[in-house]
C-alpha cells in the first residue's frame, strides 16, 4: 500500500528552525515528484515548496524563499523540508504529496499530486 507519513513537526518560538519529513512506503520514491503544502483552519491548502525526482529542481513559493530548503534522498525513500527562521506567520498543518510523473527536465517544478500524507503540525508561538 502506497503511503506517505510526515513527521518532525511541533512548536517552536520565532527564529526557530523544525525539520519536517516525508518518508514513502510501498513504493520507489525515484519515479515521484514531490510537494509540500500547508494549511490553517478555514483557509486553502498551500503549496509552499516543491522537489523534482532526482532532486535537481526546486521551487519555493516567496514567502519562505531563503528560509525553507527541501531535499530527498531516494535510497533512503525520504523527502525533507528544513525550515529557518520561522514566523509566526508559518504555523499550520504541513502535508507532503507525490505524484508519479517526472520533473527533472522541463516545465514546471510542481505537479498535481495524487498521493498525500497525512499531516504534521507546526507552530510557531513564543
Known amino acids: 500500500q502506497l503511503q506517505l507519513v510526515e513527521s518532525g513537526g511541533g512548536l517552536v518560538q520565532p527564529g526557530g528552525s523544525l525539520r519536517l519529513s516525508c518518508a514513502a512506503s510501498g513504493f520507489t520514491l525515484d519515479y515521484y515528484a514531490v510537494g509540500w503544502f500547508r494549511q490553517v483552519p478555514g483557509a486553502g491548502r498551500e503549496g509552499v515548496a516543491c522537489?523534482?525526482?532526482?532532486?535537481?529542481?526546486?521551487y519555493y513559493i516567496d514567502s519562505v524563499k531563503g528560509r525553507f530548503t527541501v531535499s530527498r534522498d531516494n535510497s533512503k525513500n525520504t523527502v525533507w523540508l528544513q525550515m529557518n527562521s520561522l514566523k509566526p506567520e508559518d504555523t499550520a498543518v504541513y502535508y507532503c504529496a507525490a505524484d508519479r510523473f517526472n520533473t527533472d527536465s522541463s516545465g514546471p517544478v510542481c505537479h498535481l499530486y495524487d498521493y498525500w500524507g497525512q499531516g504534521t503540525q507546526v507552530t510557531v508561538s513564543s
Open positions: 522537489i523534482s525526482n532526482s532532486g535537481n529542481r526546486t
